[in-house]
């Protein structure tokens, strides 16, 4: 019901910025929180960054606090990711998710899923 388009993604050197973007369309949530993940080679998908959507409440994987920023646009309904100063073990597949009720750090409680945007920061 709910459908999420991530962009954004790139290649960058290393203290480079990014801004990740994910649309959602389709049917939306009274109440619902949406997320970034991430996933590399050989890793399991990893909680980055989590937002309540109608609080605006943030909280974020410890490595990347200070860096990366998440947030939405209301009129847009669109999350987006800021990523300043990325490192090499950032890269990774990033990915927007969304749940309805409350944020969770944890990927199997989130409902649906973009297909995932490469972000790759060389050294």
């Known amino acids: 019901q709910v459908q999420l388009v991530e962009s954004g993604g790139g290649l960058v050197q290393t203290g480079g910025s990014l801004r990740l973007s994910c649309a959602a369309s389709?049917?939306?949530?009274?109440?619902?929180?949406m997320g970034w993940f991430r996933q590399a080679p050989g890793k399991e998908r990893d909680f980055v960054a989590g937002i309540v959507w109608n609080s605006g409440n943030t909280f974020y994987k410890d490595s990347v606090k200070g860096r990366f920023t998440i947030s939405r646009d209301n009129a847009k309904n669109t999350l987006y990711l800021q990523m300043n100063d990325l490192k090499p073990e950032d890269t990774a597949v990033y990915y927007c998710a969304a749940r309805a009720g409350l944020g969770s750090r944890s990927s199997s409680n989130y409902d649906y899923w973009g297909q995932g945007t490469q972000v790759t920061v060389s050294s």
């Open positions: 389709g049917r939306t949530f009274n109440n619902y929180a």
